[in-house]
């Protein structure tokens, strides 16, 4: 996998802060039973880092002292870490709403018949991958028989509930575009998405989120091979708004690795770039949580922290804007 930093270092990108920290996003390990070509994580099924116990317990610690509204979990494939019921149930327990991105086919997977009921019971949002509504799309970008799989996926958590009129169930999609495009209209995108899939296979879901690919990773690292890093990232500089700046997730966000170290955002965190906050170099959740000056500025939600910048942030604010949350 080739070292984006040098690619990215040099930057124009408008120096941001932070607003008010609402999201604690935790990378729970890079073991995924997928290996897609889009995937800024790297994730695979012969991956080994998975947050262990004491880190587990750390954020537990870290929910019950920092007043976050929202645990969203990531990987990888966030379920496949054994601790995930664990951190899902303490913060069901302290009434944060939680998060999976789920990629679908793990509910398919032998050993997890219990993934989609634990989910409903404990009303877990569900933020799923899916590319594409045409069956050839998604398994150029995914892999053979990713889209079967994930169609069943759906079609197991809409008998629960989920994605459902008047259900308090939320299944969300996610679009990710292919090649070197930005995605298109969120909103005209999201109503195709909703009369295909359910002419098609009867299934249905609340909302689409487009996001923007990262020149990071296993996608980044596709993009110096085929010669079109230089072109992807004038696409990005050439599209880039301005009103996107206020809405990029990282103002509102911690993102935490598998480690439990404290990164911007998921993107930095894949590139090794921790959060400067309070000037540390490097910093654990564990010093967050016993530090008195770390303790205070936790206090103030983080609000004014500097965020670390660099070329990928573009993908952010290009165009309709992208975030995990889809478009700006």
């Known amino acids: 996998m080739r070292d984006m930093l040098p690619l990215l270092k040099k930057t124009d990108f408008p120096a941001i802060r932070r607003a008010r920290m609402n999201t604690l996003q935790v990378n729970l390990g890079y073991l995924c039973n997928q290996t897609c070509f889009h995937c800024h994580v790297n994730a695979g099924p012969n991956r080994k880092e998975l947050m262990d116990a004491s880190n587990i317990n750390l954020l537990i610690q870290l929910m019950e002292i920092s007043g976050i509204k929202t645990l969203d979990l990531t990987g990888g494939a966030p379920e496949m870490n054994p601790h995930f019921r664990k951190l899902v149930l303490a913060a069901r327990k302290l009434n944060i709403q939680v998060i999976d991105r789920c990629n679908l086919t793990i509910l398919e997977e032998p050993g997890y018949e219990w993934l989609a009921e634990f989910l409903a019971v404990n009303k877990v949002e569900v933020a799923a991958s899916l590319p594409c509504y045409l069956e050839d799309n998604v398994d150029n970008q995914r892999g053979d028989g990713v889209f079967q799989a994930s169609i069943a996926g759906i079609?197991?958590?809409?008998?629960?509930?989920?994605?459902?009129?008047?259900?308090?169930?939320?299944?969300?999609?996610?679009?990710?575009?292919?090649?070197?495009?930005?995605?298109?209209?969120?909103?005209?995108?999201?109503?195709?998405?909703?009369?295909?899939?359910?002419?098609?296979?009867?299934?249905?879901?609340?909302?689409?989120?487009?996001?923007?690919?990262?020149?990071?990773?296993?996608?980044?690292?596709?993009?110096?091979?085929?010669?079109?890093?230089?072109?992807?990232?004038?696409?990005?500089?050439?599209?880039?708004?301005?009103?996107?700046?206020?809405?990029?997730?990282?103002?509102?966000?911690?993102?935490?690795?598998?480690?439990?170290?404290?990164?911007?955002?998921?993107?930095?965190?894949?590139?090794?770039l921790p959060a400067p906050i309070e000037g540390e170099e490097k910093l654990h959740i564990a010093q967050l949580i016993a530090q008195e000056e770390l303790q205070q500025t936790l206090d103030q939600g983080l609000a004014g922290q500097p965020i670390t910048i660099m070329d990928h942030c573009y993908a952010c604010t290009a165009g309709q804007g992208s975030s995990c949350g889809g478009a700006l």
């Open 155 to 272: 079609k197991k958590l809409n008998a629960l509930g989920y994605g459902l009129e008047d259900s308090k169930l939320t299944l969300n999609l996610v679009y990710n575009p292919q090649g070197i495009n930005l995605p298109p209209s969120q909103t005209e995108l999201e109503a195709a998405y909703k009369k295909e899939l359910f002419e098609r296979y009867g299934i249905h879901f609340n909302e689409l989120f487009t996001i923007t690919n990262q020149p990071i990773q296993r996608f980044g690292s596709t993009l110096v091979t085929n010669g079109q890093f230089d072109t992807y990232m004038d696409l990005l500089k050439a599209n880039f708004q301005q009103a996107n700046v206020k809405g990029v997730m990282c103002r509102t966000l911690i993102s935490i690795d598998w480690q439990g170290y404290v990164y911007d955002c998921d993107f930095n965190q894949m590139l090794g």
